[in-house]
């Protein structure tokens, strides 16, 4: 049986329910942001890769020139 408070309209069941709510998008949340940090480490990584592979091409062109 739940508890109501029929002057608000608010229920233990709602509450229940909210925080559940609460958590679970609590939780979404926590791992979009981990998921975009590890994005943004990935991206530098392929940066760095980049500039490395720009320097080995430029040294191999002049070396053929």
Known sequence: ????????DVCSSDLKEM???RENFNKITNDT?????EIQQLKRKVNRLES???AVISVVKSRFK
Do not use: A, G, P, T
């Open 52 to 54: 490395q592979l720009d």
């Open 33 to 37: 942001i981990q998921k975009e940090l």
């Open 19 to 21: 925080k559940v709510w």
């Open 1 to 8: 049986i739940y508890q109501c408070d029929w002057s608000s």
